[in-house]
């Protein structure tokens, strides 16, 4: 039952002690939440994970791609386990490194030498958080940079002091919306799509480009259009509307704010009681959003609803079969990248803690 596991998970908590640090990301279900010594979003984690050296075990619950970054940053005798290894990220999917290496092969044929007073390097890659540790290591290798939803931005203005362009992956919609909060026009984007390399453009049009970018996508936050918008917006006169910016550019543009999930748990947070906010995230996040704050109407834009399902693998049951292995000295789904890959990706990982947003 629910109780049992709740106490089951209670138990395990107690016998280890401060030698554990379970994590949990903003989209996890509310029985993981109660349980979590953090909750934030993916640049969050990444820095807690950095700065519990006493935790010998850190427990990740979130998906594949964070508790990859967690071992990265934390310090070899600390182990990182995933409770549930098939909890995914089908964004990251859509990037693998073969298509990368192969991406960058082509544009930097593509791109013509700097001219003489122009130091900077022809292309910056940039990865999300939400990508494979060999794709941060490919950024690490290649002087660039990781970049999260909360610091999209700065990594950007970094990367544009030192490239003069920029390769974006694997989501799409976070580099064209912050690019365009930049200023740099849509006919200085080009979408890269690694099943059409060049997509019958020739190579001027990415060597003329600013960003090139993936095209990748999180099916949760496509599914947000224009409409819902609209619709929130007649059905509540006066309603703010903020959405994550893995939406599309036009659900971006319509919204009154965008930002990562800390953002919106701040926004949430910090409006005035009797205030309406519709949301353009996943709905785990919103609807505890909404039970913690009755005074306010909080509200999904999406009415159908849409949770990520990869991050919904993360069952009680599976954090307490993961932590009872712990105390019995089995330290189960261990997540661990090897040296070389995370060597490299922490490069890329350490300057991005590096930008400030
Ligand atoms: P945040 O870093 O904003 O939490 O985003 C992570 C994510 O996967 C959103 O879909
Ligand atoms: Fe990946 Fe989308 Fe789930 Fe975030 S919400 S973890 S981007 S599938």
Same mark, same amino acid.
Request: charged share 25%; aromatic share 8%.
């Given at each position: ?7 089951? $998970? ?47 075990? $850190?427990?990740?619950? =979130? ?115 912050? =690019? ?61 509307? $903020? ?13 009154? =704010? ?76 261990? $997540? ?22």
């Amino acid at each position: 039952s629910d109780a049992e596991l709740d106490s089951r $998970i209670t138990e395990a908590k107690r016998k280890l002690g401060s030698q554990l640090l379970i994590l949990g990301h903003f989209y996890q279900r509310d029985e993981i939440v109660a349980h979590a010594d953090y909750i934030g979003d993916s640049f969050q984690l990444a820095k807690n994970a950095t700065e519990h050296p006493e935790a010998r075990y $850190i427990v990740f619950c =979130g998906v594949h791609f964070m508790a990859e970054t967690a071992d990265i940053l934390s310090n070899p005798e600390q182990s990182v386990t995933l409770p549930n290894l098939s909890a995914g990220c089908s964004m990251a999917d859509m990037a693998n490194i073969d298509q990368v290496e192969d991406c960058w092969k082509q544009l930097m044929d593509a791109c013509p030498d700097n001219a003489d007073d122009d130091v900077r390097a022809p292309i910056i890659p940039i990865t999300y958080m939400n990508s494979s540790a060999a794709l941060k290591a490919f950024c690490g290798r290649h002087g660039g940079i990781v970049c999260t939803s909360s610091n999209a931005r700065a990594v950007l203005e970094w990367a544009f002091e030192r490239g003069r362009r920029v390769l974006f992956f694997p989501d799409q919609h976070l580099g064209r919306n912050t =690019g365009m909060q930049m200023g740099i026009p849509p006919e200085r984007m080009r979408l890269w799509n690694p099943r059409r390399p060049m997509g019958g453009s020739t190579a001027d049009a990415y060597a003329n480009a600013r960003m090139i970018l993936w095209k990748g996508f999180c099916s949760v936050h496509q599914r947000f259009t224009v409409e819902q918008i609209e619709r929130a917006r007649q059905a509540y006169p006066g309603v703010k509307v $903020i959405v994550h910016p893995e939406c599309s550019m036009e659900v971006v543009q319509a919204a009154d =704010g965008t930002g990562s999930t800390a953002y919106i748990v701040r926004e949430i947070e910090e409006a005035p009681s009797g205030s309406a906010i519709a949301v353009g995230t996943e709905i785990n996040l919103v609807n505890r959003l909404a039970a913690e704050h009755p005074d306010k109407t909080i509200f999904c834009l999406d009415p159908v609803v849409c949770p990520c399902s990869t991050m919904y693998r993360i069952h009680p049951a599976y954090l307490a079969w993961a932590l009872e292995s712990i105390v019995e000295g089995d330290i189960v789904n261990r $997540i661990t990248v090897d040296p070389r890959t995370a060597a490299d990706a922490r490069v890329a990982l350490e300057r991005m803690l590096e930008v400030r947003p």
